[in-house]
């Protein structure tokens, strides 16, 4: 007998793959998310249009197929987040959050209530339980015995060892090429479908726009300094920059001049030379430790602190009330405080956190 596992569908060629594969194995349950109401809706994750190929597919495969409505979920946890982030001088990460409290947690949370024995995404990762260690370990994404330029661990950092006992990552040995022609050789109405590049609530990029229009207040104008606390001009409000930023502060030095700070208490934004980006030292907190139960000592790994860097040599050191401080071997650019540094042993993820 097939043991039960519930597949969240996105209605995109990845999920869709996903199941073509999982249902050699398991008797499938497929599960989207519906995350707006219609008269709100201004992204693709939860689109009207997602859910119907979702449950197109299902309906291929001959599948039960079921849409849970969290919208409040995501409001509260995600979009409320991002805006408050945002407000605060920081610049969030909607992606990590919402793999942490909707999809990896109210959805699984569904999947184990009706049954299911496992949980399955069409997310870019892999997970092995180590006996030597009585753990179960989240890992990086490989094709061709490289590790794969998709892998999605990054954003997975928040997955506890009862979730990981639960999760299938069915694509964590395979490239796009690879789930593209699943697709097609299987005839999925999505099989060419293009991946989103945007968050999925501001698929335009506008996410002073969006803040503006969430929260209902407009961003208030304020000081730019340079690194010596001199005025050097006006900005239009702290949500419309973020560290490194270049590019659309309104005003010219006669040389490249960069978004190094944020200072929220102030409603300041510091200016400086390109210099002025580099750190090697930070401190995270809402850290979730995976390949490990705790860090009691300084430990050598690598680290990185936005989704698209390579991870680079540090040392780890525990931190009070849970935090704790990463210090990087050479000095990293725009380390931004909102994002997550992620902590990898080869490739092997140890944890994370928030960058304070």
Known sequence: MKKKLMLAMSGGVDSSAALAL?????????????LFDREELCGSCGDPSDIEDAKAVAAKYGIEH???????????????DFVQT????GTPNPCIQCNKHIKFGALLDEALKLGCEYFATGHYARVEYDDARGRYLLKKAICGGEINPKDQSYVLYNLTQEQ?????????????????????????????????????FVPDGDYAGFIQRYSGT?????????????????????????IG????????????????EKNSAANTVVLGESDKLFRD???????????????????????????????????????????????????????TPGQSAVFYDGDIVIGGGIIE
Do not use: W
């Open 245 to 260: 930023q270049r590019k659309g502060l309104g005003i010219s030095f006669g040389k490249p001049m960069f978004v190094v």
């Open 164 to 200: 990981l006992r639960h999760i299938v990552f069915p694509l964590g040995t395979m490239d796009k090429a690879q789930v593209r022609e699943i697709a097609l050789s299987n005839g999925l109405v999505n099989a060419s479908k293009p991946d989103s590049q945007d968050i999925c």
């Open 22 to 34: 999982l249902t050699k194995e398991y008797d499938v349950i497929g599960g989207t998310l519906q």
């Open 281 to 335: 030292t930070l401190t995270v907190r809402d850290v979730n430790l995976i390949s490990v139960e705790a860090l009691y000592a300084p430990l050598e790994c690598c680290a990185k602190t936005r989704y698209s860097m390579r991870e680079q040599p540090c040392v780890i050191s525990p931190a009070e009330n849970g935090r704790i401080i990463v210090r990087f071997m050479q000095p990293q650019r725009a380390v």
């Open 66 to 80: 079921r849409v849970f409505p969290f919208r409040e979920l995501f409001r509260k946890h995600v979009t409320d």
């Open 218 to 242: 407009a961003p208030a104008e304020g000081c730019f300094t340079d690194t010596d606390g001199n005025i050097v001009g006006t900005h239009n409000g702290l949500i419309h920059y973020t």
């Open 86 to 89: 945002y407000l605060d001088g």
